[in-house]
């Protein structure tokens, strides 16, 4: 299913999205839906995706967390979108260019006026103009190469993006580069620093994160304008996506598919990131997932504890830098380094809170008043990536019956239990959508699925032995 088309087509989306807007208003209630989707758009429908757009990152997030499974029950009921929903915060256009040309970056709008609190981080360097790639994304200037903390983890990846940066175009070492790693390990800082430091070597360059980059290609559709799109993405140098698992619909990827073969085939440069390997990306096309795994694939590994104190060191120096009489000590910064064992961006958290509670409280920052401030972020742990090959192969090692059996049509009782427990955990345990899981388990419908899910849901509310059970299978996994 494509993009609904002008005239009739465009009526009946535009009815259909106001039938949902009733849904929830009705729901809800008006007080929440005038504070939370008043403001929601609707961009199009692709392939069973309902583009929205909000204003702001803020609400992105708040709807990602608080309403995300109402407002995608409430599409595939109005609009047929049984492949779910994809949010993403609408451009604020500053000139007359096409919006579809006019790509920003989601995660680090750039202020309109000092900000009043700075960045922790290097400060914000005067210029005449705005640091902007070929598609007009703007980029953030903190995030380049000389701000990059490089240790064990990381190095490998750091020597092959600088290496990318610098080569001349047409002459790319590693085609394509894909970087993989968990959350806050530093793969957009170095995406960034890819853009910016190849821009100065004046190539042309497109930064994208998935988001963007399907609501791009959504709103090139909806006005036409799908061609110029991809004129403009393949007369680049150098293409960069970030967060690549999150694209998702047949047209989407098919376009993202023939972007990608056409620069390489070009001997145009590829970069691209994700939170798995390609292998693993099980909702892009398998030709893609080749593709993107054919070059060079580098993992960006946890933060060791020398790592983490350098990051953090390098956080404190710029907030003191802001607040003279900041002041933290070695031991604490060691101890800091230490417990949050997370990622950098628990770093950052841990760094804020100490500034925090220095400049509220009036006092020095001790080991006592440390470990007080970070109580949470010590109590944060990133769980297991559970994969759903993984809950099949365990669940069907305990009910005793094969993987085959459970991808199979059979429909007899000791196989369609653990087949619909295996649904339940992949639900719960992996960030895949029903769709998704559908597909991977024997190329099911959505709605297989979400039957399977709410019948072990019921089932283990009602039989304890059951919920133990399942219990049991949710704790091996995440171990």
């Known amino acids: 299913m494509g993009v609904t088309a002008e005239g009739a087509g465009e ?17 809800l209630g008006e007080d929440v839906f005038s504070s939370w989707f008043a403001r929601v758009e609707i961009g199009g429908l692709v392939d069973g995706v309902a583009y929205l757009t909000v204003p702001t990152r803020f609400l992105k997030s708040w709807l990602e967390a608080h309403y995300a499974e109402r407002l995608r029950a409430h599409c595939v009921a109005e609009l047929a979108a049984p492949n779910g929903i994809v949010l993403s915060v609408r451009q604020v256009a500053r000139d007359p260019a096409p919006a579809v040309i006019r790509e920003t970056v989601a ?5 309109a006026a000092a900000p009043a609190t700075p960045a922790p981080a290097e400060p914000a360097q005067p210029c005449e103009r705005d640091l902007v790639d070929a598609c007009g994304t703007v980029l953030d200037r903190r995030l380049n190469f000389q701000s990059f903390i490089i240790g064990k983890s990381n190095q490998l990846a750091f020597a092959a993006a600088e290496r990318i940066a610098a080569a001349p175009a047409g002459a790319s070492p590693y085609n394509p580069l894909y970087l993989h790693a968990g959350v806050g390990l530093g793969k957009t ?15 042309r360059v497109a930064y994208f994160t998935a988001d963007r980059f399907m609501y791009g290609f959504v709103a090139a559709l909806k006005s036409q304008t799908a061609l110029a799109f991809k004129e403009k993405l393949r007369g680049i140098d150098l293409l960069i996506v970030d967060d690549v698992q999150f694209i998702q619909g047949r047209s989407i990827q098919q376009e993202f598919g023939h972007t990608i073969n056409a620069l390489i085939d070009a001997g145009k440069q590829i970069v691209v990131a994700a939170d798995r390997l390609a292998n693993d990306l099980e909702a892009l096309d398998e030709r893609i997932r080749s593709r993107l795994g054919g070059g060079l694939v580098v993992e960006i590994g946890e933060l060791d504890e020398a790592l983490r104190g350098k990051i953090l060191s390098s956080r404190l120096e710029a907030l003191q830098g ?13 101890y800091v380094a230490r417990v949050v064992a997370t990622n950098g961006r628990d770093l950052d958290g841990a760094a804020n809170r100490l500034l925090a509670h220095a400049t509220l409280s009036g006092q020095a920052v001790t080991m006592e008043t440390a470990e007080a401030a970070i109580r949470d972020l010590v109590r944060t742990r990133e769980p297991r990536r559970v994969k759903i090959e993984d809950i099949q192969k365990l669940v069907a090692t305990r009910y005793n019956v094969s993987r085959a ?7 007899t009782a000791a196989v369609v239990k653990p087949r619909q427990i295996a649904m339940y955990l992949s639900k719960a345990l992996t960030p ?14 959505h709605t ?12 283990i509310a009602e039989d304890r032995l059951l919920h133990d059970e399942v219990d049991l299978l949710k704790r091996m996994l995440q171990e």
Do not use: C, Y
């Not at 009526?11 to 729901?27: F, I, N, P, Y």
């Not at 800082?189 to 190539?203: F, P, S």
């Not at 699925?449 to 019921?458: D, Q, S």
């Open 11 to 27: 009526v009946s989306l535009a009815d259909a999205w106001d039938r949902v807007r009733r849904r929830l208003r009705a729901e």
């Open 107 to 111: 995660a680090r709008p750039r202020p």
């Open 189 to 203: 800082h170095l995406l960034q620093a890819i853009a910016q430091d190849a821009r100065n070597h004046g190539k």
């Open 322 to 334: 802001a607040h003279p009489n900041f002041h933290v000590s070695p031991d604490v910064v060691a």
């Open 405 to 411: 059996d459970i991808l199979s049509e059979r429909r």
């Open 432 to 445: 895949r959508s029903l769709p998704e899981i559908g597909r991977r388990f024997g190329g099911r419908d």
């Open 448 to 459: 297989t699925v979400l039957h399977a899910v709410r019948k072990i849901e019921k089932a």
